[in-house]
């Protein structure tokens, strides 16, 4: 990796257009000028486009793709239909090639997981990817996965994702030894499915390893921030995920109505004026856009795909520190500490995991 | 069932104590005139207790157990040193022997699950009870079961949640033709795991039988209030629900923190008073407490253990609503009405079971 992060733009993806990626890398670059943008797309929509970023253009390229890929698209026929010619898939393949530190889209999440997974394959020994999240919580921003890569999960793949969260939350947050809970149902042992029960035994044995190893955590320690990373797979996690943005969106409506419900109310929200802004910022769904694709041999970041350019600045930035903080080596890193890891789960004889 | 509602409380479950229970009966009673109450627990306890609430000892009376469950009981310990002599056994066995048209505690939700389920036993037809939540939405109150009774779930199972979750809504909500959604992590049918995608199919041929089936929903369509019943399993529904409460606490901090940061916002924060209140409230858990227990021979409510008596207040009024509108009667009429409930999930034929 050179100094300057190099970004591969799948211009195609996201509702709004190659417009609000061009505009979102805009706003972006004028914070972290060592960048560079590859956007891929359509050359005859894009170069005339880039034309009205001036100071975009010296540092970008356009390369050429004919194929988009739609929301519409299930992940099997977007390969077929994308393979090699989408910008998707290009986007992809120049982070492969080494010509980009990370790739980024807007577009349909299962294509771009499909796609990514089948061009830049799975880490030896990850048996599967994750989509993590960085959840903004009361302490601090921390991370979520998987939050909807895949339905299902065994004790094995619990742990991958632990050890995937962990290198992240080292890339991010500079933290050496992170926290890792795992999702569950209650905190007390005896209670879960059996996969998080196993998981939960190899865990504990490899605390220390690159990560603490916290014990299960509930659904109300995600906004605590109780732990640095929530492990769970990907049905629950994304549920999870979903009905905090929905309790988020409703409650943000409360505030709304309540705030203009009467002349007294608006001429407080008026005098509180500042403070309110703050709380809209922060309950802002752009500030926190982006989802990580880990596991692959590559960096890829999913940006919401109805976001705008602030929404599209803000998953940059997460790829950007990514890229910047080395974290494929970290995720190296993890793995080679990880004691058990492939021999697990059966490393674990049976008479030790019952409690005493 | 005769005009008045009877109720047995638990009063000895609770971290309040039964102070909170008498306290929020008498407040329940001041608006339900027609209500009488049986309270188990230590009669050396309770007879003093009740002298302080003369409005309320002519319409009740104490029944004497010995044993308390606590917090930390396992539900087989629970069971094994309460069964038949703690005061919540006692208060379900009142409704087992028709003495009270519900049951309410306060206590550890595993025994109070454990002990219910022993003493009334599942409904036949009905494989496992469910726990189902009142969720508050931008539309309306809505109900989400199972939010814990089990984790895991067969097709068959998700397919009886949605019997009692309609039935549920009927006696609530005076619904004549709910709409049910399967909480799922996407909206297209291909997704999801095996069981989730098999109740779609038997829900979808059943549709019009006591409920509307809507088809899949996510986790932002609760807030949204999408549907009126929302059915998945123990697991994912558990973590949906105190992921909800995370935020909803999460939110409400930064509400309190951004109107009390400086003088300007304390002022504004003052004169918009009465819709902050209001909002407040909203956002009040004591106002949506109660989970009720669905799919046993009779009604069983647990009440948030740490709530003080405005929540027991508002479980009571949930068990009062239930029983008032023999909600037990409508899951039968329910169970009556579903074509394929006995001979679920094999009676769907592959081949129709395939999208064309």
Same mark, same amino acid.
């Given at each position: ?33 060592? @960048?560079?943008?590859?956007?891929? +797309? ?82 030896? *020994? ?52 992170? @926290?890792? %809970?795992?999702?569950?149902? %209650?905190?007390?042992?005896?209670? *879960? ?14 605390? +220390? ?5 916290? +014990? ?6 995600? *906004? ?9 797979? +990907?049905?629950? %996690? ?54 990580? #694709? ?43 500490? #990880?004691? @058990? ?16």
């Amino acid at each position: 990796m050179s100094d300057s992060i190099r970004i591969s733009v799948d211009a195609m993806g996201g509702d709004k257009g190659p417009r609000a990626a061009m505009l979102g890398a805009r706003l972006f670059w004028r914070e972290r000028r060592n @960048t560079t943008y590859i956007f891929h +797309g359509r050359q005859a929509e894009l170069e005339p486009l880039l034309e009205e970023f001036p100071d975009l253009k010296p540092i970008s390229r356009v390369a050429h793709s004919d194929v988009v890929i739609t929301m519409d698209d299930k992940p099997s026929q977007a390969l077929r239909k994308g393979r090699g010619s989408s910008s998707m898939w290009a986007a992809i393949q120049s982070v492969k090639d080494g010509e980009a530190d990370f790739a980024i889209s807007g577009g349909n999440t299962g294509a771009l997981m499909a796609m990514a997974t089948f061009c830049l394959r799975p880490i030896e *020994g990850i048996s599967r990817p994750a989509i993590a999240a960085i959840w903004p919580t009361l302490r601090t921003d921390i991370i979520v996965l998987d939050v909807g890569a895949t339905v299902g999960g065994d004790a094995k793949q619990l742990c991958d994702f632990s050890i995937l969260g962990a290198a992240l939350a080292r890339a991010l947050f500079d933290q050496e030894l992170p @926290t890792v %809970g795992l999702l569950n149902v %209650g905190t007390e042992e005896m209670k *879960g499915h059996d996969e998080v029960k196993e998981a939960a035994r190899i865990l504990h044995a490899a605390s +220390g390893s690159g990560f603490i190893y916290h +014990g299960f955590v509930e659904g109300d320690d995600i *906004g605590k921030g109780t732990v640095d990373v929530v492990v769970t797979e +990907g049905f629950a %996690g994304n549920i999870a995920l979903k009905t905090a943005e929905g309790t988020a969106r409703q409650v943000g409506t409360y505030i709304r109505n309540a705030l203009t419900a009467d002349i007294l109310s608006k001429l407080g929200a008026l005098i509180a004026g500042q403070a309110l802004q703050a709380l809209r910022r922060k309950l802002d769904p752009r500030n926190i856009n982006g989802g990580v #694709f880990l596991g692959l041999n590559g960096v890829v970041i999913k940006s919401h795909g109805g976001t705008d350019e602030i929404g599209f600045k803000g998953a940059l930035g997460l790829g950007y520190e990514m890229a910047r903080n080395r974290v494929m080596d970290k995720i190296g890193e993890g793995m080679r500490k #990880f004691p @058990t890891l492939n021999a697990a789960p059966t490393a674990i004889p049976e008479a030790e995991a019952k409690p005493a």
